[in-house]
């Protein structure tokens, strides 16, 4: 054998072996994607059930943390309105209580100046009627 027969045979040999790995992993691909989407869908089957309860408690545990910042918030509210009422029925009953003193100072403040008024006018009236009566019985 020459040295150009040993160059072909291993370039033949080299194609060859190209053309059949070539081959084999256009024929071998398509079953490894198959065995990875198996992989994932047994993967995903098994996740899917692990993490659900979790993601349900999560939920259930949310909605009984809301209904229960809803209930102190109704709370918080009924109490603010009772604070509320009470604070304007205790505003309208001083109120009324004021004005009821103010109008009896007026009476009162009004009786006095009348008596001191009237007191002097029956004095008056007293001395007239005995200057009146003193004349009438002098003449």
Known sequence: ????????????????????GMLLLGWMSPVLAQQKTKQEEQQLQLDEPLFKPFIERYILDELKQLRTDQQILRTEMAEKVAEAKLTSSDRAMRYTADTTNNIFYIITAAASILVLVGWRSFREIRESVESITSQSSLT
């Open 1 to 20: 054998m020459k040295m150009g027969d040993i160059m072909t045979t291993t370039n033949k040999g080299t194609i060859c072996g190209l053309v059949l």
